[in-house]
């Protein structure tokens, strides 16, 4: 092991072939991958050595610094909001979590199966590197997205001040009710073919509620309450668990048993939320075809606010026609960095 730390992924990954090799309890070749117990331990320690400097090398150290500050930073948020509001945790889909406990193991994990590979030859030597790069890039740029988006989500709920909070429970698909729970888990709610319900409702230190859900943004084409089903591919709402572009969405209410669904395809019934928040990264607000899916969304959905979208930085720009064009729906654009008092600027819009 001490060897596999040290040396170069890639002579790491030659140590590993021949340790391999001299075991009678291990057999790697491209057909095969067996691994006797005793040796479990060790094989898949080294591997993941492996897998880990491979990500060093990929990730320069500007890149990686980044990384880190953006975990330390969504790991922040969720104790924030656990201590204020008296809950055991927040609960994020898997793979952030594990991102915000150890951003370097999180970025290495989907190299697995290229080490494997390429120990056992199934992937000539020569093909690896390109596969490591594209794996680690691919999987950098879906936890920095998905973790600033929980982030930026969770900092604006934060700044609310909660000081009590409650699951949503539906027990006939139609009526919604608070139910006690210790636990905040985005993107949860009891799954329902017609209905969206909130994940969440908040009572803050001031006394105003709001319920909350962190849609993805997928299913906000089925917000539109007037247009028949059309596709099969909804989660029916519950995205817990789902890595994926989100939209917050928050609706004040005078009292938390107050709580209603807030689409009923059925009653052709949207509510207006009361503010409506989505990050978007620089390509998106660009590229016409994302650009497009963005501007369908926002006139799908009903806000009594405009909608407020969160870049990272002042790089970020929608183009000057649409800002322009007056069919599109307001949009009010904040660049927020990793600013908490950003985030605090877009809460204070509930005022």
Not at 100 to 116: E, F, G, M, N
Not at 205 to 233: H, N, S
Not at 242 to 258: E, F, I, N, S, W
């Amino acid at each position: 092991m001490d060897q596999a730390k040290t040396a170069t992924w890639g002579e790491a990954l030659a140590e590993l072939r021949q340790w391999a090799q001299d075991r009678d309890d291990v057999s790697v070749t491209p057909q095969m991958l067996s691994v006797a117990a005793p040796a479990r331990e060790e094989f898949y320690g080294r591997v993941e050595a492996i897998q880990g400097q491979i990500a060093d090398a990929v990730l320069d150290g500007g890149d990686a610094a980044a990384m880190e500050r953006l975990a330390r930073a969504l790991a922040a948020v969720c104790g924030d909001i656990s201590r204020a509001a008296g809950l055991a945790r927040v609960a994020l889909p898997g793979r952030l979590e594990a991102f915000a406990a150890d951003p370097a193991r999180a970025l290495a994990a989907p190299l697995q199966s290229v080490v494997i590979d390429a120990l056992s030859g199934r992937v000539p030597l020569s093909e690896v590197d390109g596969q490591a790069r594209q794996c680690v890039r691919g999987a950098a740029e879906a936890l920095a997205r998905g973790a600033y988006e929980a982030w930026a989500y969770l900092g604006v709920v934060a700044s609310l001040n909660p000081v009590r909070l409650w699951a949503v429970g539906c027990e006939d698909g139609q009526t919604a009710r608070i139910v006690p729970t210790d636990v905040l888990t985005m993107g949860a709610q009891v799954p329902s073919r017609e209905r969206r319900f909130p994940e969440a409702v908040v009572q803050c230190a001031d006394g105003r509620v709001f319920a909350l859900k962190c849609e993805a943004a997928r299913e906000i084409d089925y917000y539109d309450a007037l247009a028949p089903i059309a596709r099969d591919t909804s989660a029916g709402g519950n995205t817990a668990g789902m890595l994926g572009h989100r939209v917050l969405l928050l609706y004040q209410l005078d009292a938390p048993d107050k709580v209603q669904a807030t689409v009923d395809r059925k009653q052709r019934l949207q509510r207006f939320a009361d503010l409506a928040v989505e990050v978007l990264a620089p390509a998106e607000m660009e590229n016409p075809a994302y650009l497009g899916a963005f501007i369908a969304r926002l006139r799908t959905l009903r806000t009594r606010r405009p909608l407020t979208v969160v870049t990272y930085d002042e790089a970020a720009r929608f183009p000057q026609a649409m800002e322009a064009d007056g069919e599109v729906p307001p949009v009010e654009r904040c660049a927020v960095g990793l600013r908490r008092e950003g985030l605090a600027a877009i809460a204070e819009k509930l005022r």
